[in-house]
């Protein structure tokens, strides 16, 4: 199978994305990929497959290589004599903002090109924690109870502590904090507003168990990855994840009831349908008290959670079979030869 995988992103999960392709490039060996990296400052750049090294970024090697543009279903390298062009299906591989905040699938869109990944209404929805909370609520979904927070207005958080700090448009768990006491929100709050003009607050929930899960439409179906549970401290840290993102190896399944599982898949499938068709998503939730609750929605999860599937490249195949396409209207212009027309022009 043909693939371009579209990594890098002006975001403070840049260096992230670049994990997350690599990775990809060892698991789908068997696939003819093309590497596609977008700088930071939004230049896109065609990676020769035996450069892609961590080294090659950071040193900047790779503005040495061919740049691209884009013309209608495809990335174009323009030559002096001649041009190439690279039409297979894109995988967005650019976590954070650019990514996962319709950027990208908005250009793709625009540019009628086939990608796998979130479109722009379901970017919208994940990437901004707020809108997570109120997509919940519209689907009958339940999650953790909080507030939010906006720079330079008055603090008045009325969930008794621990509670949790988190910047509303980052993943990663970049900014993000445990707060024990009020002696610690003020350094909370300086460290998550660095990243973000609006924080959320969550309390932290002792004892609550933690349940990921990736999954996909294709085939006029479901598909699910194995139930993981994130072994942790109190949370998973920028560092720790950072490292969980090159993940290849498939973990183990959770040691669940089956009805447990099921519920966990159908609030997934709640939170999926209608809105996150064409992109592999994973979900985490929290089980409190018996209760699920949603916790965050992973619009393109680091490696793209290879790791939770005993086939990752099936699934990839699958979905890229199954994405959804971008209708246009046809322009005709019979309304403005009417005006024309009468005006007898």
Known sequence: MKLTILFGGASFEHEISIVSAITLKEKLSNFELTFIFCDSDHTFYLIDASKMKAITFSKGEHKKMPVLTLTQGAF????????????????????????????????????????????????IFSYDKRYTKYLCEAIGIKSVRYEVIYKNEHCNITIPYPIIVKPVSLGSSIGVSIVKDESELDYALDVAFEFDDTLIVEPFLEGVREYNLAGYFANNAMHYSIVEEPHKEEFLDFEKKYMDFSRSEQVAQADI?????????????????????????????????????????????????????????????????????????????????SISKAKGK
Not at 89 to 115: P, Q, R, S
Not at 317 to 331: G, I, M, N, Q, T
């Open 257 to 337: 009831s089956e009805a447990l599982r099921l519920r966990l898949q159908t609030n997934f499938e709640k939170v999926y349908r209608g809105l996150f068709e064409g992109a592999l998503i994973r979900c985490d939730f929290f089980v409190f008290h018996d209760e699920i609750l949603l916790n965050e929605i992973n619009p393109i999860p680091g490696s793209m959670a290879n790791y939770l599937f005993e086939d990752f490249a099936t699934a990839l195949e699958e979905l890229s079979l199954s994405l959804p396409h971008a209708k246009r209207p046809k322009v005709t212009y019979d309304y403005i030869h």
């Open 76 to 123: 174009l390298q323009k030559k002096i004599f001649s041009k190439s062009e690279y039409s297979s299906t894109v995988l967005n591989l650019i976590h954070g903002a650019d990514g996962e905040d319709g950027t990208m699938a908005a250009l793709l869109d625009f540019y009628a090109i086939k990608y796998i990944g979130p479109r722009i209404d379901a970017s």
